[in-house]
């Protein structure tokens, strides 16, 4: 009995071992693949877009997109209230500036017209009567006192004469007085008559005047009367092309209604909108160049809209050179806007998604593997991105769209 219980013993310690043994190799095998990194994943190089880090001169730069505009557009508007009778011109026809392009009707305007050359007429007859009656009157006084002035003088004569014969005796004191007495009077009446004259003369000049301003205007009225009645022919007022007419024939329009738009083609300019994160850095003055897919041309930033739309800011840039064959309004251009140049500066390609004054990772190639490696970005361009730090000139880096690795700190190119 005793031999087989030490046989079971045995066997029972060697299971315990051996199950110690698989345990032990199980918890090894789960720490060692616990502490493996996932496999790289393979990256063909043809997928994905290899840069390498630069030193040297940089150039900060934004892309927009715009159109073409004329730099001088006139509106149209109506100047009375009207019915548009006829369309006489087209919307791409070139117009002078005195090419009629819509007539308007107003019976209105006509009567109003006439009653004002009417009132014009009244009011210059009534300044001729006055005028008439006036000169008349002065003629009177002037008549009159021109015979106070010749009875003044007789009488002084016959003033004079009584006194030389009182002093011979001749005649007594009181005659020589009662001549001297009326010639005093005569010329106390010469001087108001003269007076009459003088005040005459200003009341004369202000009731003229009077009426001569209420004739001017009259003579105002008129003429306000026939630039409307002339207003019911619509004409360009520029020389260019007539780019919009926005009634139709038998359409009521009242004042200030825009009736069509004339722009001068030759002098065109572009109005580029820019993403309002980026128009903080652009300014009145800054260099820009412009493509119209037929050519390319130097510009120059003019406006910087103050307010934002739409998530954009618009600015218009003047265009310095001349443009190719093909520019027109409304066509659709690609603008680079310069915003600064710095002499020395670490930058790459702006690799995808990636915004400046921010911190990210970028994949640093070496031989067939990539790393993911911190790095600190500084100021951008539409192209380049400057590197602060986390990478050093000479570095080759993916810049092309790296989300689908997201979860992996290496790739393994093929």
Do not use: C
Not at 127 to 135: M, Q, V
């Amino acid at each position: 009995m005793d031999i087989p219980r030490a046989v079971t013993g045995t066997k029972n310690r060697r299971r315990i071992l051996a199950i110690g043994s698989v345990v032990l190799v199980l918890v090894v095998a789960t720490v060692a693949f616990a502490r493996l990194k996932p496999a790289a994943p393979g990256v063909s190089s043809a997928s994905i877009v290899i840069d390498s880090v630069e030193r040297g001169a940089f150039t900060r730069a934004i892309r927009a997109t715009g159109v073409l505009v004329p730099e001088s557009i006139r509106w149209i508007p109506a100047a009375t209230d009207a019915t548009v009778e006829r369309v006489l011109v087209q919307p791409g026809t070139s117009v002078t500036a005195d090419t009629v392009i819509i007539e308007l009707s107003d019976p209105r305007q006509t009567q109003t017209a006439r009653e004002a050359e009417w009132e014009l007429r009244a009011a210059e007859a009534a300044y001729e009567a006055a005028k008439a009656e006036l000169e008349s009157y002065r003629l009177e006084l002037e008549a009159a006192a021109a015979r106070l002035r010749a009875e003044l003088s007789q009488a002084r004569l016959r003033a004079a004469a009584d006194a030389d014969l009182e002093k011979a005796g001749l005649v007594a004191k009181i005659t020589r007085q009662i001549s001297q007495s009326a010639a005093d009077e005569l010329a106390r009446q010469v001087d108001f008559e003269e007076q009459r004259l003088t005040s005459l003369a200003a009341s004369q000049r202000a009731r003229l005047a009077g009426l001569d301003a209420e004739r001017e205007q009259r003579r105002s009225m008129l003429a306000l009367a026939r630039h409307q009645a002339d207003s019911l022919f619509v004409r360009a007022g520029i020389d260019g092309v007539l780019q919009q007419v926005t009634v139709q024939s038998g359409q009521r329009v009242t004042t200030g209604t825009n009736l069509a738009r004339v722009a001068e083609p030759s002098r065109l300019k572009a109005e580029v909108r820019v993403a309002e994160v980026q128009a903080k850095d652009v300014a009145i003055g800054q260099q820009a160049m412009i493509d119209t897919r037929n050519g390319v041309v130097k510009a120059q930033v003019t406006r910087v809209d103050p307010a934002v739309s739409g998530g954009t800011v618009l600015v218009d840039l003047a265009i310095l050179d001349p443009l190719p064959a093909g520019a027109r309004p409304d066509l659709t251009v690609d603008a680079t806007i310069e915003l600064q140049r710095m002499a020395d500066a670490i930058f790459v390609a702006r690799p995808v998604s990636v915004q400046e004054s921010t911190r990210g990772t970028l994949f640093k190639v070496s031989g067939s593997e990539a790393h993911r490696t911190p790095v600190e970005f500084g100021r951008a361009s539409a192209e380049a991105i400057e590197i602060r730090s986390g990478l050093q000139p000479g570095d080759r880096v993916i810049v092309s769209d790296t989300s689908a690795w997201e979860r992996f700190d290496r790739l393994e190119i093929k």
